[in-house]
């Protein structure tokens, strides 16, 4: 027993010292070779600032390609001369002047608030509900507004961010804040696509200009001068939802097709194909938020009753009227605008004629 127990001993004695001796052996390697990359890193300091010195910088600052075992567009480039124009563009250019301009779309909507004040119905309400949204509408418009809504927090905070927040929040949470407006906005961009395609599909149809949106605007909407309070006559959509409709396709299309390019950089694309898309994006976006701005403000606060039918799906007969007096006059008939009108009991009846026909 005690032999045995002496014999695993002097295993494990052995054992130790082998690997003790082997770790010793690779770290008076490592530092060996630490300390001969230390070396050499000081060669290569002397040789490029010392030998190459300002030609080879100059060179390098000129944007002259160097040579690189990788095949990528522009490896060999250390410095990108043209990247120097990008950077003024955003950060002396785009990104003071679309401060201004959301400032200022902020204070429009407050002094015509102040000034104009909102647009109230002028004949009281009826109590008789007219259909306007379906539960589909509704669904795509909540979910387009709340990604583009979050995506413009996401990138203003990535814009801005190091101007409002870093100063005031301790360094680690700045870290995670930029981290995460990133992750958000790399990642639900593409939701965005989505969502704007689903729009495009649903309601061009009621987008398209016609005669009556002219007069529409000779006479600003009735919202505004002497105008205000005329309701000019509107089909389902007003003059003014079809241009900010189409302003969203347009420049909404614009940031999706930038948005693509700079979140999936795998397809070849050179540093200034990435500065383009970034800076269309950017300007793009700027646009579109400035423009939704007002959207909001009248959904919210700048017309009495409007924002009913968005959320409950359906609208006041006289907001109807008012507002929308040629849809008015076109559904006001319908079966489902009628008092007493189930739509469960409705659809109930259609699904069983449905499964006694088949
Ligand atoms: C808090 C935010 C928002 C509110 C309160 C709001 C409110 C409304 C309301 C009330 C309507 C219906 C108007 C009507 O019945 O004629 C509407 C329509 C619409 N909204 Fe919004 N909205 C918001 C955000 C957004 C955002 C962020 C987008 C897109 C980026 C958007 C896009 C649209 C579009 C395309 C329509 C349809 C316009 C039409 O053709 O009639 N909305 N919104």
Same mark, same amino acid.
């Given at each position: 027993?005690?032999?045995?127990?002496?014999?695993?001993?002097?295993?494990?004695?052995?054992?130790?010292?082998?690997?003790? $001796?082997?770790?010793?052996?690779?770290?008076?390697?490592?530092?060996?070779?630490?300390?001969?990359?230390?070396?050499?890193? $000081?060669?290569?300091?002397?040789?490029?600032?010392?030998?190459?010195?300002?030609?080879?910088?100059?060179?390098?600052?000129?944007?002259?390609?160097?040579?690189?075992?990788?095949? $990528?567009?522009?490896? =060999?480039?250390?410095? &990108?001369?043209?990247?120097?124009?990008?950077? *003024?563009?955003?950060?002396?250019?785009?990104?003071?002047?679309?401060?201004?301009?959301?400032?200022? $779309?902020?204070?429009?909507?407050?002094?015509?608030?102040?000034?104009?004040?909102?647009?109230?119905?002028?004949?009281?309400?009826?109590?008789?509900?007219?259909?306007?949204?379906?539960?589909?509408?509704?669904?795509?418009?909540?979910?387009?507004?709340?990604?583009?809504?979050?995506?413009?927090?996401?990138?203003?905070?990535?814009?801005?961010?190091?101007?409002?927040?870093?100063?005031?929040?301790?360094?680690?949470?700045? =870290?995670?804040?930029?981290?995460?407006?990133?992750?958000?906005?790399?990642?639900?961009?593409?939701?965005?696509?989505?969502?704007?395609?689903?729009?495009?599909?649903?309601?061009?149809?009621?987008?398209?200009?016609?005669?009556?949106?002219?007069?529409?605007?000779?006479?600003?909407?009735?919202?505004?001068?002497?105008?205000?309070?005329?309701?000019?006559?509107?089909?389902?959509?007003?003059?003014?939802?079809?241009? *900010?409709?189409?302003?969203?396709?347009?420049?909404?299309?614009?940031?999706?097709?930038?948005?693509?390019?700079?979140?999936?950089? *795998?397809?070849?694309?050179?540093?200034?194909?990435?500065?383009? &898309?970034?800076?269309?994006?950017?300007?793009?976006?700027?646009?579109?938020?400035?423009?939704?701005?007002?959207?909001?403000?009248?959904?919210?606060?700048?017309?009495?009753?409007?924002?009913?039918?968005? *959320?409950?799906?359906?609208?006041?007969?006289?907001?109807?009227?008012?507002?929308?007096?040629?849809?008015?006059?076109?559904?006001?008939?319908?079966?489902?605008?009628?008092?007493?009108?189930?739509?469960?009991?409705?659809?109930?009846?259609?699904?069983?004629?449905?499964?006694?026909?088949?």
């Amino acid at each position: 027993m005690t032999k045995r127990i002496q014999h695993w001993f002097f295993l494990l004695t052995t054992a130790m010292i082998l690997i003790f $001796s082997l770790s010793a052996a690779a770290s008076n390697e490592n530092s060996a070779n630490s300390e001969s990359e230390r070396l050499g890193e $000081s060669v290569v300091r002397h040789e490029v600032i010392g030998f190459a010195g300002a030609d080879y910088w100059r060179a390098v600052k000129d944007g002259q390609e160097g040579y690189t075992t990788s095949k $990528s567009p522009e490896h =060999g480039v250390l410095i &990108s001369v043209p990247g120097q124009t990008w950077f *003024i563009m955003k950060e002396k250019w785009m990104s003071p002047l679309g401060a201004l301009a959301i400032f200022g $779309s902020l204070v429009m909507v407050a002094l015509a608030y102040v000034v104009v004040g909102p647009l109230k119905l002028s004949n009281p309400k009826t109590g008789r509900k007219i259909k306007r949204w379906s539960r589909l509408d509704r669904a795509l418009h909540w979910s387009l507004a709340f990604t583009f809504l979050t995506l413009a927090f996401s990138g203003l905070t990535l814009v801005y961010g190091k101007y409002f927040i870093k100063p005031i929040v301790p360094t680690e949470l700045w =870290g995670w804040v930029i981290n995460a407006a990133k992750q958000y906005h790399n990642y639900i961009g593409p939701l965005f696509a989505i969502f704007l395609v689903a729009v495009l599909v649903k309601w061009w149809r009621k987008s398209i200009f016609n005669k009556v949106d002219m007069q529409w605007f000779m006479k600003m909407g009735g919202m505004a001068g002497k105008h205000k309070g005329s309701h000019p006559s509107a089909g389902f959509s007003n003059a003014g939802e079809k241009v *900010i409709f189409w302003l969203l396709i347009f420049f909404g299309a614009f940031i999706v097709v930038s948005g693509f390019i700079l979140d999936f950089p *795998i397809f070849d694309q050179t540093r200034r194909d990435m500065e383009l &898309s970034h800076l269309v994006h950017m300007l793009s976006a700027l646009i579109l938020i400035c423009g939704f701005i007002f959207h909001i403000y009248i959904g919210l606060f700048g017309m009495e009753a409007a924002l009913d039918g968005m *959320i409950t799906g359906e609208v006041d007969e006289t907001w109807a009227k008012e507002h929308h007096d040629l849809w008015y006059e076109e559904v006001k008939d319908l079966p489902e605008n009628q008092p007493g009108f189930d739509e469960k009991a409705e659809a109930d009846k259609k699904g069983n004629a449905a499964q006694d026909n088949a």
